[in-house]
């Protein structure tokens, strides 16, 4: 993983972007570092379980969370951020030229307009799981993971994306929980589902 020092230029590349647009909200500029860099990284538990896959999809990218702290810390992973919105893809294209990171491509469509099939598919903060699985289980490779970042509502939206699961053959076969580095108790959840 690369160090601090890197994520540091990071932070303050992503901050001048921010500035331009809203890609957090002011209220959420002190906790960069623990609620969405730290948050996307929480794949790495992910990584150290499963594999360090080789591709990975980032649908409804926004600020680029998870898909440029994992491009980062993660060299050997060609991330592939997508999100509809052109203005938050410049910001990302503007940062990803700033700290030169080679293995990160942006696409600035709609998911359902890629074709190309990946090794993992991630989200976060995006949709119900329902409605992203929808999204996301057609653009995993067969034996693939989609994992979704989830908060406590986690039982109740694994409830009701059973049906949309059915339909892709899909399973949830983990759930990996971890707290995010603040002073309040704010525990998140990788959904972790398998085709």
Not at 46 to 72: C, H, N, R, W
Not at 156 to 166: F, G, M
């Amino acid at each position: 993983m690369k160090n601090r020092d890197f994520f540091r230029e990071y932070i303050n590349a992503f901050l001048e972007e921010n500035a331009k647009i809203n890609l957090i909200s002011k209220n959420d500029k002190q906790f960069l570092w623990e609620k969405h860099i730290c948050d996307s990284l929480a794949l790495e538990r992910f990584f150290e379980k499963y594999q360090i896959p080789k591709t990975m999809l980032d649908i409804g990218t926004g600020g680029g969370f998870p898909s440029i702290p994992v491009a980062i810390a993660f060299p050997d992973i060609k991330v592939t951020a997508v999100d509809s919105i052109g203005k938050k893809i410049r910001a990302i294209d503007n940062i990803k030229e700033k700290l030169s990171i080679r293995n990160l491509s942006t696409i600035c469509a709609r998911v359902e307009n890629i074709n190309n099939k990946f090794d993992i598919v991630t989200a976060r903060a995006v949709s119900s799981l329902d409605k992203i699985c929808n999204y996301a289980l057609p653009k995993l490779k067969k034996g693939g993971y989609f994992i979704a970042f989830k908060s406590r509502k986690a039982p109740e939206e694994i409830k009701d994306a059973e049906p949309v699961l059915k339909k892709y053959s899909a399973k949830i076969i983990d759930i990996i929980e971890y707290k995010l580095p603040l002073d309040e108790d704010i525990t998140r959840n990788l959904i972790i589902i398998q085709i």
